[in-house]
């Protein structure tokens, strides 16, 4: 058997078709299951020509060799009986699926490229060591050859999504992964790196118990890592390649993964950034009528899987900053086009809420921030139709930045008013020289001695916040955002009546409170010698920090 030569089938096949056959894309005649030709095929795929370990020998080697055509002459026959209509399967895809489904899987096991079996240096070594002429189907051919039908097998079957045959074969979601793996690290084809993925995500769907976001997270870093550089790569390209269709599997596979597994959500922070111009894709696919009559539905299912990404990943927000950039590199405005394009009243929970009403809008009550929301707002305006959509987040956007302007206006004027005389209460000197700001930024004096004398009144404002041991990685360091959430919660305390030094509560502000307004909470009652502190907890709703800034302490009881 040694000498035998291999039986190119895939040629045979493609021959077999164009000589006898009408060539019809949609058409297999019946009478070709009963061929010599179909059932060498299907002799090719025997599971009982599979070698134990790696092939050893030229009668081996032709074994998978053979194997190999066979799945291209299977991908082959799958696309020639394909259904001209997306919602059937044709029965000729049926049978070749029954016939052949459990030995191409077992086959497809045997030549998984991690398991190193055939790697592409021993397979084109063999193949010219006994001159079988598939030199013009590049060194790995047959790595091809299973993504081809791997895919062919999905497509043409694609109306059984539900139960697809594919599906039930064990461990298929890590099994395609680690293909594309392969196919995306290995090779420049982008067209079957494309099918791959768009594999992958098609048989996520109808997965409730999302087995294929499953099997990337448990591939730990190699699992989720890759698809997001992939998926950055492509964006960052630029290259008229990059469009909502070669984007939509990458965001709705990442998308399953940080549901399923929050411990992933931290590698997925570059996703971030990269929102905005995954939805400004939209914008060129909008621009063209015919686009978006055929294709309305799917890009509203875009713009929400991309948009949902921003909720799912917020916990990794770093702290103002990187709202700020998030705001600057355009999320209002995306929000904005979002909701003036798509009825957004379908979600009982819009995306465009959980973005708006958990990361902005609690993130407002920092001023940098509510600058950054404030230049966007008077810059591009953003108002929306009342007739067309049941929730207007800019609205509440508004509103809670007019709250914010009176609270900043307060505080202005308190401290002009503080840094027109000496801090020092027993001084009388007015504003006849200059005075020199403490370090705090809290207090003038028009002398060293005044600081001096003033110090024990003025220590507990004048130390510096911390944030708790147990904070998370948000923080806010600029010191006028710090200043200004010291005066904001003691505001609130004199409001409630709970700022007097008679006291000695403790108290916690939270900011960011789902009911929209600050909650104030007495977190311990001290005795007299104890320090009374307000935390501040200010941040989103999923990521925050607490400041905590010192009270005075009571003096009797």
């Known amino acids: 058997m040694s000498h035998l030569p291999p039986k190119y089938l895939c040629k045979r096949v493609i021959h077999d078709f164009g000589r006898r056959h009408v060539p019809n894309r949609h058409y297999i005649p019946p009478n070709?299951?009963?061929?010599?030709?179909?059932?060498?095929?299907?002799?090719?795929?025997?599971?009982?020509?599979?070698?134990?370990?790696?092939?050893?020998?030229?009668?081996?080697?032709?074994?998978?060799?053979?194997?190999?055509d066979s799945l291209r002459a299977i991908a082959y026959?799958?696309?020639?009986?394909?259904?001209?209509?997306?919602?059937?399967?044709?029965?000729?895809?049926?049978?070749?699926?029954?016939?052949?489904?459990?030995?191409?899987?077992?086959?497809?096991?045997?030549?998984?490229?991690?398991?190193?079996?055939?790697?592409e240096d021993a397979f084109e070594a063999?193949?010219?060591?006994?001159?079988?002429?598939?030199?013009?189907?590049?060194?790995?051919?047959?790595?091809?050859?299973?993504c081809d039908v791997i895919s062919a097998l999905w497509q043409s079957t694609a109306a059984d999504s539900k139960d697809h045959p594919v599906k039930t074969m064990p461990g298929s979601a890590s099994y395609i992964y680690d293909l594309w793996w392969y196919m995306a690290h290995a090779t420049s084809d982008q067209a079957r790196q494309a099918a791959l993925i768009s594999t992958l995500a098609m048989s996520a769907f109808d997965d409730p118990d999302r087995h294929v976001a499953k099997a990337i997270v448990a591939k730990g870093s190699f699992g989720v890592d890759p698809l997001v550089r992939r998926?950055?790569?492509?964006?960052?390209?630029?290259?008229?390649?990059?469009?909502?269709?070669?984007?939509y599997p990458f965001a709705y596979i990442l998308n399953n993964c940080a549901i399923c597994?929050?411990?992933?959500?931290?590698?997925?922070?570059?996703?971030?950034?990269?929102?905005?111009?995954?939805?400004?894709?939209?914008?060129?696919s909008m621009g063209n009528h015919d686009v978006l009559s055929k294709?309305?539905?799917?890009?509203?299912?875009?713009?929400?899987?991309?948009?949902?990404?921003?909720?799912?990943?917020?916990?990794?927000?770093?702290?103002?900053?990187?709202?700020?950039?998030?705001?600057?590199?355009?999320?209002?405005?995306?929000?904005h086009r979002y909701l003036d394009r798509f009825n957004d009243a379908w979600q009982e929970k819009s995306v465009a809420a959980e973005i708006v009403d958990g990361i902005i809008i609690p993130a407002i009550n920092i001023p940098s921030v509510a600058t950054a929301v404030d230049d966007v707002l008077q810059e591009d305006g953003l108002v929306l139709d009342p007739g067309r959509v049941d929730y207007d987040p800019f609205n509440k956007l508004r509103a809670s930045l007019q709250k914010m302007a009176d609270m900043k206006a307060t505080y202005k004027a308190g401290r002009k008013s503080a840094m027109q005389s000496c801090h020092n209460k027993a001084c009388a000197n007015e504003v006849y020289g200059k005075l020199k700001r403490c370090p705090c930024r809290w207090a003038?004096?028009?002398?060293?001695?005044?600081?001096?004398?003033?110090?024990?009144?003025?220590?507990t404002a004048c130390q510096t916040k911390t944030h708790e041991?147990?904070?998370?990685?948000?923080?806010?360091?600029?010191?006028?955002?710090?200043?200004?959430?010291?005066?904001?919660?003691?505001?609130?305390?004199?409001?409630?009546?709970?700022?007097?030094?008679?006291?000695?509560?403790?108290?916690?502000?939270?900011l960011t409170s789902v009911s929209k307004e600050p909650v104030i909470t007495v977190v311990s009652d001290s005795d007299s010698a104890g320090e009374r502190t307000v935390s501040v907890i200010v941040g989103t709703w999923t990521t925050k920090t607490s400041l905590v800034f010192p009270l005075p302490t009571a003096t009797s009881r």
């Open 444 to 459: 003038c004096y028009c002398s060293l001695a005044c600081q001096a004398s003033d110090w024990s009144s003025h220590r």
């Open 261 to 284: 597994d929050m411990s992933v959500r931290p590698r997925m922070y570059p996703l971030i950034w990269r929102v905005c111009s995954m939805l400004r894709l939209v914008d060129y």
């Open 77 to 119: 026959l799958m696309e020639a009986g394909q259904p001209s209509g997306p919602q059937e399967t044709s029965e000729a895809c049926k049978r070749i699926v029954a016939d052949s489904l459990s030995s191409v899987w077992a086959w497809s096991q045997y030549m998984h490229p991690f398991l190193r079996n055939c790697d």
């Open 126 to 146: 063999a193949t010219k060591l006994y001159q079988w002429q598939f030199h013009d189907l590049g060194r790995s051919w047959h790595y091809d050859a299973l």
């Open 32 to 68: 070709f299951f009963s061929s010599k030709l179909y059932r060498d095929v299907l002799d090719s795929l025997n599971v009982s020509h599979i070698p134990k370990a790696s092939a050893s020998d030229s009668a081996q080697w032709l074994n998978i060799v053979n194997a190999a």
């Open 469 to 510: 041991p147990d904070a998370s990685a948000f923080r806010i360091d600029r010191p006028s955002d710090i200043r200004f959430l010291q005066f904001y919660a003691h505001r609130l305390l004199v409001a409630r009546g709970d700022s007097s030094s008679m006291g000695t509560e403790s108290f916690e502000v939270d």
């Open 231 to 247: 998926l950055c790569a492509l964006l960052d390209a630029n290259n008229g390649q990059c469009n909502t269709r070669a984007v």
């Open 295 to 335: 294709e309305g539905m799917f890009l509203m299912t875009y713009s929400v899987d991309c948009l949902h990404l921003l909720p799912l990943l917020s916990c990794t927000l770093r702290g103002p900053r990187d709202i700020i950039r998030l705001i600057r590199q355009g999320i209002l405005q995306v929000i």
